[in-house]
């Protein structure tokens, strides 16, 4: 996006899902630099499955629950329940949230928010955490002024990516190891990504949750997520509803194949691929209004491992 000034004002105000209501003054208490942002939100959760069983970490088995928290506010609280110290500080593990990478990116985005700084979610699959996969991700991304730049707040600072032993800016993250929604849908299409290499886990065969079909939808939720709907990676709503419930419960083998996604659904997605890579903000909100992409006010929603879905209101 080329304007500034609508982006800022847009992005450096807060969504109904990073608003961190009650809980802003405590975030007063955190600096205004990306840099330790980024290394606080990094102390704010522990990833759900990245290190196997939570119960292997001293987590009872009934945190997992807190993957379903949607709201920075809801986080927060959790968050000053267990630790009243503000973010900024080491956290023992035990003292993080229970979650997943749209949750660092929900609490980084909010915190950046809280200072006035523009930022955003970016939905895609990235390249440097399992080598030889595209993994299903969610970063943030912050306009310097000049321009857009990708910051990954999941990662620990020294990270070094897998795949080639060298180090990244996790606060500028190459464009070609972190695909957004867009890139990576015209990528796979172009055949320069292979689709199965787009996966949400290579150990998970759920045909949905792999190749063309998930693409499009993390294409969706990333365009939501540049309509300030900083949406749950599970969550079903519009056009991802039906056939990806179907798909996610094993009931279909038939979405591994591309032709899976008919041919009105592969150009509706081609379509909005070139879109959002090149809209402005006014362009975003159009398109988001479409009836098979605007978030009603009930979805949805699909909590792994395979749970069956369930209704839920947004507030």
């Known amino acids: 996006m080329d304007d ?12 109904r899902f990073t608003d961190p209501g009650a809980h802003s003054d405590w975030l007063d208490g955190t600096p205004r630099d990306l840099t330790a942002l980024r290394e606080a939100a990094s102390q704010l959760v522990f990833h759900y499955w990245a290190q196997g069983d939570i119960t292997q970490h001293g987590f009872p088995a009934s945190r997992r629950e807190e993957i379903t928290l949607r709201y920075a ?13 503000p973010p900024g500080g080491s956290r023992s593990p035990l003292h993080r949230i229970v979650g997943c990478c749209r949750d660092f990116t929900v609490l980084f985005v909010s915190m950046a928010r809280h200072h006035g700084i523009p930022a955003r979610a970016r939905v895609g699959f990235a390249s440097y955490l399992i080598p030889g996969w595209y993994l299903d991700h969610v970063v943030a991304e912050v306009h310097d002024g000049d321009g857009w730049r990708l910051v990954e707040p999941q ?31 015209t990528a796979a299409r172009a055949g320069d990504v292979d689709p199965a290499r787009l996966v949400v886990s290579p150990d998970l065969d759920a045909p949905f949750l792999r190749g063309l079909p998930y693409a499009r939808h993390n294409l969706v939720l990333d365009l939501a ?79 792994p491992p395979g749970q069956l879905p369930v209704e839920v209101v947004l507030r």
């Not at 180090?167 to 957004?180: E, G, I």
């Open 4 to 15: 500034f000034d609508v982006s800022h004002g847009f992005y450096a105000s807060h969504s």
């Open 73 to 85: 506010a809801d986080m927060f609280a959790r968050l000053r329940e267990l630790d009243p110290a």
């Open 155 to 185: 990662l620990p600072t020294g990270f070094r990516d897998p795949v080639d032993d060298t180090a990244f800016d996790l606060l500028d993250v190459p464009r070609d190891r972190f695909l957004t929604g867009p890139d990576a849908w």
């Open 225 to 303: 997520a540049l309509n300030k709907h900083e949406m749950l990676q599970w969550d079903l709503w519009g056009d991802l509803d039906a056939g990806t419930v179907l798909s996610a419960t094993g009931l279909s083998a038939t979405a591994l194949d591309p032709a899976a996604l008919d041919p009105a659904a592969l150009a509706r997605a081609d379509e909005l691929a070139e879109l959002v890579a090149d809209a402005d903000v006014e362009q975003l909100r159009v398109a988001f209004d479409a009836d098979d992409l605007r978030v009603p006010p009930v979805i949805r929603s699909v909590t």
